[in-house]
């Protein structure tokens, strides 16, 4: 059986328990408290030497991290990544696109508001991080607008990826708002058979 | 023929060049001066709503943005990207802890170092951004004290897209001395054949 080593109110862990309900795969969960070190203590350090989590071990005792990574490597042969070489890409530039445009501007900032902040440090990168986090959100609007998933027509791991920090944006203080397009594809995500809430598991 | 619209200082446009040059892939180069808004242009965002460089038109005019998503459609069925399905994912885990690890420290800072910086504000940043570099360094150095390449005993994308930036981290301050294992993977990189120059092409 897999092995998940998460901190429930990680969005990068979320997908990974979302797309492991979707695909009906039954798993342990280890919790890691992030905020008290326990990603970086020397026992997981050896499973990660990055020190972060999500981090899925196989059965063999392989690890495998980073939640896009894990995102694919699970998706593999089943509908939820497409065979097509370039819509396969596709999947990987919205996962590109996640880790470095959306996550680091909506996942941070939801973070910091979540956690007490934000400090005097934190307040100087706000105003960059809220235009960093909407533009984001902006592209997304733009191709939802033309289609119900953001690949192609059909639901994939690209829409898992995005969906888990931006159905929990409002916490970083977004306003959605202006972003009909965006508010009923999370809709159409909700009403998806096994769609797992983030309490859940 | 593919056309490829790049920003040549851009590493991670170089990636694609050292990809393209590699698989002896000819291609169209289109320069596009992000420092000049040309990104961002009304034209451009047809081609990338993102306003991104680097961008892979194809030859069906289908556009492919994120430089590491490109470097793995490019490389499917290729010596550079493992079959195995875990060794698949091994080099996204590295291309996507490239995209939040490395890139936003040590890419970062190198733009700033080269472009008339650090301003006050970036001085702000300036100390975490470096902690984050050499903390994504310590990971690589660990990994390659251990093994030749990346990800397993195969040269893969995963070593071209972390060594774009890599191999021009001095020019944002970091120093290689305490980093051997980094600067022998560096030179047995160099040494391959069909290996590319930034200044090339």
Not at 118 to 138: N, V
Request: include cysteine; glycine fraction near 6%.
């Amino acid at each position: 059986m897999y092995r998940l080593y998460d901190f429930l109110p990680s969005g990068n862990g979320y997908k990974i328990r979302l797309l492991l309900n979707a695909l009906d795969l039954s798993y342990d969960l280890i919790e890691v408290d992030i905020l008290k070190g326990e990603s970086r203590t020397e026992e997981f350090l050896k499973l990660n030497a990055n020190g972060r989590i999500p981090l899925l071990q196989l059965e063999n005792g392989e690890c495998l991290a980073e939640s896009n990574a894990i995102l694919i490597y699970l998706a593999e042969n089943t509908p939820l990544l497409p065979e097509d070489r370039l819509d396969k890409a596709r999947v990987l530039q919205w996962l590109f696109f996640e880790q470095y445009n959306h996550e680091p501007n909506i996942a941070v900032v939801r973070f910091w508001m979540t956690h007490g902040g934000p400090t005097e440090e934190q307040k100087a990168q706000l105003s960059a991080k809220m235009a960093g986090g909407y533009a984001a959100l902006d592209v997304m609007e733009k191709r939802l607008t033309d289609q119900n998933w953001l690949v192609s027509d059909t639901f994939t791991v690209a829409d898992i990826a995005l969906y888990a920090y931006t159905h929990v944006a409002h916490e970083g203080g977004f306003d959605l708002e202006d972003y009909p397009a965006i508010r009923n594809w999370m809709e159409r995500i909700v009403k998806r058979d096994r769609h797992v809430l983030i309490t859940d598991h």
